[in-house]
């Protein structure tokens, strides 16, 4: 298959592989036990954080293994909401479900949440954004920095300074970033980060928070003492081990592979203008500041699910523009957030691909598409 969905997962390489079924064969302890074992595993996932922190820029103090990039955005809502009851949390209205659910989920239980607008490209509006943390006890202001369905990164360092400025913490969902930029969160002015191994081609059911501070944080799952008292249970030591090479690789190759992914844009972008296909761009032009490996594609007169019900038929695995259940389609609420009209939201697919992919795969995928709308 010719698979074009990398910003739900990748898959994992040889190299994360080869150390996950080495660190199962060679620490077979559990990391809190005592005994010689469990010392020789508590050795080797400290190796994994101190190296995934130097990768990154920071202590590893400051790092907090999770299963995901949704428990890690769990986690500090609602360990700050926990903290401040009577302070207001601001979410902009582009926000992984994660983020989104979790703010509703506060909401319920009396919480005070808003959210901040953004434009027809998906960028923060920052005066909105400032007008609330002026005139509202603002706690924490959790943000998508890269857009998983339309690609958007935002304005960190202007967002940054306008949040502490008025004395509010800002987390960022930095889950899409790894592997197409540089994460340098000592020059990130950000008091959280969440990050998930398997989107940057590392293993499933792993993945860290960036905690500038703790204390703002309340366990989401209570028992043992692993990660200071924060988050019990036995830790996934083959995992994390995977995760520090896949972190690792991303980073060292983000640029070659980065280079390689825009030209692909490019090219996907001209030959679909070449077809008879109607169709538009959803979030910023590629020139703009984004993820070039999402393309959110809103098709005129199609809609998503027949779409990529024909693709998988032919071969090619993309993903929906909107989130489904098997009783109900529900229309996406960044393509709704940025004024996209219904009727390219309900044409709309997201297409994310990556460096392993080449110029006659994205001829494929165009030609494909110009076949669909041709027998529609």
């Not at 508590?42 to 999770?66: C, G, M, P, Q, V």
């Amino acid at each position: 298959m010719l698979y074009l969905d990398y910003a739900a997962t990748t898959k994992p390489t040889q190299k994360v592989i080869d150390a996950m079924v080495a660190t199962m064969r060679e620490y077979p302890g559990n990391p809190s036990s005592l005994h010689a074992e469990g010392r020789k595993a508590k050795k080797r996932y400290n190796r994994a954080k101190k190296r995934i922190a130097e990768i990154l820029s920071t202590h590893h103090d400051r790092i907090l293994f999770t299963s995901s990039g949704t428990e890690a955005n769990n986690f500090v809502l609602k360990g700050t909401s926990a903290r401040y009851p009577a302070k207001t949390i601001l979410v902009s209205t582009i926000e992984h479900s994660s983020t989104k659910k979790a703010a509703e989920y506060l909401e319920e239980k009396g919480a005070s949440v808003r959210r901040i607008g953004c434009d027809t490209e998906g960028y923060l509006r920052l005066d909105e954004l400032e007008r609330n943390l002026r005139e509202h006890d603002v706690s924490l202001v959790s943000l998508i920095y890269a857009n998983n369905e339309i690609g958007t990164i935002q304005d960190v360092d202007r967002i940054a300074d306008i949040c502490h400025t008025h004395g509010a913490k800002l987390h960022l969902d930095m889950v899409q970033a790894p592997l197409h930029e540089p994460i340098d969160l000592a020059n990130i002015d950000c008091d959280y980060a969440s990050f998930s191994a398997h989107k940057f081609f590392g293993p499933r059911g792993v993945g860290f928070l960036y905690a500038k501070t703790k204390d703002d944080l309340d366990p989401l799952i209570h028992g043992g003492r692993q990660e200071d008292g924060l988050r019990a249970g036995t830790e996934n030591l083959a995992a994390i081990a995977g995760m520090e090479v896949a972190l690792e690789e991303a980073q060292d190759l983000w640029r070659e592979r980065e280079e390689r992914i825009a030209r692909l844009a490019r090219h996907f972008l001209a030959v679909l203008r070449e077809t008879a296909v109607e169709w538009r761009l959803n979030g910023p032009p590629l020139d703009k500041p984004r993820l070039k490996n999402i393309l959110n594609i809103g098709l005129k007169g199609l809609d998503a699910d027949d779409i990529v019900f024909r693709l998988d038929k032919e071969g090619i695995g993309i993903s929906e523009g909107s989130a489904c259940s098997s009783e109900i389609i529900e229309e996406s609420h960044v393509l709704k957030a940025i004024g996209v009209d219904d009727e390219h939201i309900r044409g709309s697919v997201r297409i994310s691909f990556s460096h392993e992919q080449d110029e006659k795969d994205m001829e494929r995928l165009a030609h494909a598409l110009e076949m669909i709308h041709e027998n529609s």
